[in-house]
């Protein structure tokens, strides 16, 4: 995650190290190309994916060397943004989502079965143990007798 102009630079250094065409600009160039992407929370890692892959997964087909590496930058990341111009979420936050709504099902299930469970023993609220007063292992202080 990108908080600061600083960290901007060094995640836009990082997407300039791992793409070729990216090499051929500033790394205060890129961090103005994809800055939009960064304060939506993308990692490098999530743009370098937008730039070679469409929001469905599938590569962008190779259509040779870029002739003009801004426009070519801002052509693949358009894929990713919704119709009113805001940035779609990540690769790796639509991962996250999936991940949530797995485990959110996962959880319901478990209830599901702890339900069946309870009502195929006879469980019923009536029949819940309930705890004494006092813990079982306290013994009641009572006073001895004056010795005569």
């Known amino acids: 995650m990108v908080n600061t102009r600083q960290e901007g630079l060094q995640a836009a250094e990082t ?12 790394a205060h160039y890129v961090r103005y190309l994809v800055r939009d992407f960064f304060d939506a929370g993308w990692s ?5 994916h937008a730039i070679d892959h469409l929001p469905d997964g599938r590569p962008w087909p190779f259509a040779g060397m870029p002739r003009h590496v801004p426009g070519w ?3 693949r990341l358009k894929a ?3 119709a009113d111009g805001s940035v779609l979420p ?3 936050h639509r991962i996250e989502a999936d991940r949530q709504r797995v485990r959110a099902e996962q959880e319901a299930m478990r209830e599901q079965w702890r339900d069946m469970r309870r ?3 006879g469980w019923s609220p009536d029949l819940e143990p309930t705890l004494p007063s006092q ?3 306290e013994v009641e202080k009572t006073t001895d007798p004056p010795a005569s």
């Open 80 to 82: 990713w943004r919704a």
């Open 135 to 137: 813990p079982v292992n």
């Open 44 to 48: 490098a890692a999530d743009v370098l």
């Open 73 to 75: 930058t801002r052509h």
């Open 90 to 92: 990540s690769k790796s």
């Open 15 to 26: 997407l300039r190290q791992h793409s070729l065409d990216l090499r051929k600009l500033s």
């Open 119 to 121: 009502h195929s023993l």
